[in-house]
């Protein structure tokens, strides 16, 4: 019982569903979820194919990424096209009797179910990474800071702090603080006006 390796393709025909996908050993197999068709690409079982099996793999895989693969079923067999691959235009696949389609059918579940149990112990192993490369301690102390008012020594003058406060220069501005005037403060003269 090979398990599926490779990538899942949903394909159409008809009304119909179906799911593409390789074996190990370069077979490919398609499947409504009740019967399977197969064809090893070893064999070379296409129409027309004038490539080696390696490369008609690999034309497969891109056109069944790309989702211009088509399906055609007929009774005891299905033709897999390529529309576009002029040098492989089509894969003719086999119905596999019943005993081996639902030897296949749990394959293919218990290694969707492996490629399941890995990708989610994958992500469980990222979240934590991003987790612990964001330190605790300093995600608290920024989100403590956001609610703690301002230390700048401007801020805490005005709202009363217990800082001395400066004392007054003769001569210095009360306007421009640490300005100092040229002249010589003489005070206010009232008998000028």
Same mark, same amino acid.
């Given at each position: 019982?090979?398990? +599926?390796?490779g ?33 090893d690409?070893?064999?070379?079982p ?6 080696? =099996? ?9 056109a ?19 529309p576009?691959? =002029? ?9 596999? =009797? ?8 749990q ?28 330190? =605790? *301690? $300093?995600?608290?102390? *920024?989100? *403590? *800071? ?23 220069? +003769? ?8 300005? $100092?005037? $040229?002249k ?10």
């Amino acid at each position: 019982m090979a398990e +599926p390796s490779g990538l899942f393709h949903l394909l159409r025909a008809g009304p119909g569903r179906f799911l593409c996908y390789c074996r190990p050993g370069g077979a490919v197999c398609v499947t409504d979820a009740m019967e399977v068709w197969a064809a090893d690409l070893g064999d070379c079982p296409a129409f027309g194919c004038r490539c080696p =099996p390696e490369e008609h793999s690999a034309m497969l895989r891109a056109a069944l990424g790309r989702g211009t693969a088509e399906l055609s079923l007929g009774p005891g067999s299905a033709t897999l096209r390529l529309p576009e691959e =002029p040098r492989c235009p089509a894969l003719a696949l086999a119905q596999l =009797p019943p005993a081996e389609a639902r030897r296949q059918l749990q394959a293919l579940v218990f290694g969707m179910a492996g490629c399941i149990e890995t990708l989610e112990r994958r992500l469980e192993a990222a979240v934590e990474t991003l987790a612990t490369s964001c330190s =605790p *301690q $300093k995600n608290s102390a *920024q989100s *403590q *800071q956001l609610f703690l008012p301002d230390p700048s020594p401007r801020k805490n003058r005005a709202a009363g702090s217990a800082l001395p406060a400066k004392r007054k220069v +003769p001569g210095e501005s009360l306007i421009n603080p640490g300005f $100092k005037s $040229k002249k010589v403060p003489s005070g206010v003269n009232f008998e000028d006006s």
